[in-house]
Every structure is written in C-alpha cells, then in structure tokens.
C-alpha cells in the first residue's frame, strides 16, 4: 500500500473514531417523542421514537408494563444491562446536575423524570389489575425554584390506560422537596376525569372471587420469565405487583431517577384476611438514570373495594449493574 493509501486509511479511521465518540454524549442527540417507559409508556414506545431517552437508559429499556394477552407489549421492553465506564458516566451526571428551569425540552431528563413520578402517582391511587397507567408523551413542561423548599414542575402529558388502550390529554404539578431527609414527591393531577372513569369492576370482582374462595394459594415466580412471557392467566398479577411497587418507585423518585419494574420476581397469596386478598411479592426495579436494579419485598392486600394497599416494604440487599441480574425480555 502505497504512502497516499495508508494516509488516507487513517483519517477515515480517525472520522468513525470521532464520530463514535459524540454520538454517546446526550446533548449530542435529538429527540421527538416519548417511549414506554412504559416505558412507561414504559419504555418501548417513547424509546423507539424519543432518542433523548435512548441516551437516558444507556441503552437499557425495562419491562414495565404488558397487555392483558400476557405477552410483553408495546411498553414492555427488553434490558440489556452492561458495565458501564465511570467516566462516562460521572461526566454525564455532572451534566445532569444543572438542572434547568423555566421552559423545559419536552423529551429531555428533567420533564420526562417529572413525568415518570405522574405515571407511578395514578397507579397508586387508580391502579388495580385491569387498570393500569402508562405515561404516553410528554407535550410540554415548565420547572421553577421554589425559594430553598424544592422544586415544581408543571406538565402538560398523555396518560394511555394500558388495558382498555384508552388515552387522554392531563395536566400535572410535580413538586420535588429539598432537604437532609429525602421525602416523596407531591403530585396533582387535573383533566384527566375520562380516563379515571374506565370501569373495569365486572372483570376485578370475577379475579376477586375466583382467589378469595381459593383452596390452594398461588405462588408464581418470574413475571416475565427469560423470554418476556407472562401466563395470560397470571397477567392481572404482574399488574398487580406493578401497582404495589408503584408505592415505592413514587415514594423513591427524584429529580435524579427514572424507575421502571424490571421483574416481579416472585409473588405468593397467602390467607385472605378482613375480605382482602392477601400477598407477599419480590420485585426487581430499574432505575435507568444510574443502572441500579434494587430489590424490594413487599406485603400488600388488593380487593376491588379498597384497591390496592401496602402494608410493609423491605429493600434487599443492592444489586449493582455489573451484577448478572435476570433479563426482562
């Protein structure tokens, strides 16, 4: 090869190395819509159509939500979890703590998180096993100091019920505490009156009444397994633990995290006390901001009268991102 060829060789050599360097850099990304997170809706659909949030996960989407089929649908998404360099990862955490105010870039971190925190509010209040929310789009967002207490975002989204695939315009506050003690966010949510009004109660007191007079207590693990399954039968489960672990990903979230339920690992039934059903549950989260799968236990009760209700959590032992975690899809 000639003295021209190998000068030439290197500068193309050189081009796709610089290339390949800015493209792992947020800011050097566009971005249009939201996934799934879902995501959301949870993490499928906004991240195929949101590169934005492709760079937020690190390429990592999370089973988040599924249809009553019980196969992983368009919100479920598959984890593809590595090791990431500290480096690269530090630099872009000290991007991220300057935190914009005013008007917000609809598909960057700060709306989307504070989105995210909307979506996990909804499924505590209205969740149940065939009512499920997704957050669908974030339209437009504003963020604002509040003196030195926090925080507040105001949002303007699309929530999509996943289920009965209904979906409605909302508007939304989301307001982030400042202080030594980490406390929830407090969230308020207005227009959404249709989407609150699905019925699903003909569907929830047939599941109530088949386990209720349930001689032998059900046990399942892996929802989903290594392949994305879920049991249609054992669907209103998965949303079931996706709705108590609603409870803790709101109660953990900050302006630093985006959870979505990677896997519920095992949930158990046991004796049906006060009319309500009764389970234990294991979840594995994702939080996409930092890689981070904690593991959480949980005891809650669920009956079509009086929803969903934790009684205790525990968070396991930390399982760190370079850890074999089980995939979600």
């Known amino acids: 090869m000639g003295l021209r060829g190998v000068i030439v060789l290197v500068g193309l050599m050189g081009t796709t190395w610089s290339f390949n360097m800015t493209t792992i850099r947020p800011e050097a990304v566009s971005t249009d819509t939201f996934a799934r997170p879902e995501t959301t809706e949870e993490t499928t659909e ?10 937020e996960d690190r390429t990592v989407h999370v089973t988040a939500l599924t249809d009553t089929s019980g196969g992983v649908d368009s919100q479920t998404t598959e984890a593809t979890v590595g090791c990431f360099k500290k480096g690269a990862v530090a630099e872009e955490e000290a991007v991220e703590d300057v935190m914009a105010t005013g008007e917000l870039n609809p598909s960057h971190y700060p709306a989307q998180r504070a989105a995210k925190v909307v979506q996990h509010y909804l499924n505590t209040r209205y969740g149940s096993p065939y009512k499920l929310f997704g957050l669908k789009q974030v339209h437009s967002g ?7 207490s926090g925080r507040k975002y105001q949002l303007d989204i699309s929530v999509h019920e996943i289920i009965s695939d209904t979906k409605e315009n909302c508007s939304a506050e989301v307001f982030f505490p400042r202080g030594v003690k980490q406390l929830s966010p407090q969230v308020q949510v ?45 669907t209103p489960f998965w949303h079931l633990g996706i709705v108590a672990s609603s409870f803790i990903m709101l109660n953990e979230s900050t302006e630093n995290t985006l959870y979505n339920v990677a896997q519920v690992a095992n949930i158990t039934q046991l004796t049906t006390e006060n009319d309500q059903l009764k389970f234990d549950c294991h979840v594995l989260l994702h939080d ?4 981070e799968i904690p593991q959480w236990k949980l005891l809650f009760t669920w009956s079509p009268a009086g929803g969903v209700k934790v009684l205790h959590t525990e968070q396991l032992p930390h399982v760190h991102d370079c850890e074999k975690h089980p995939k979600t899809n």
Do not use: F, W
Not at 142 to 148: C, F, H, R, S
Not at 288 to 291: A, H, I, P
């Open 46 to 55: 906004q991240g195929r159509n949101n590169p934005g949030l492709m760079t």
């Open 190 to 234: 207005s227009s959404c009156e249709e989407l609150l009004k699905i019925d699903a109660n003909s569907e929830e007191e047939a599941l109530y009444q088949q386990y209720k007079t349930n001689k032998t207590l059900r046990t399942e693990k892996r929802l989903p397994d290594s392949y994305g399954h879920i049991d249609p039968e054992m």
């Open 288 to 291: 996409m901001v930092s890689q």
């Open 142 to 148: 504003n963020a604002e100091d509040v003196a030195d």
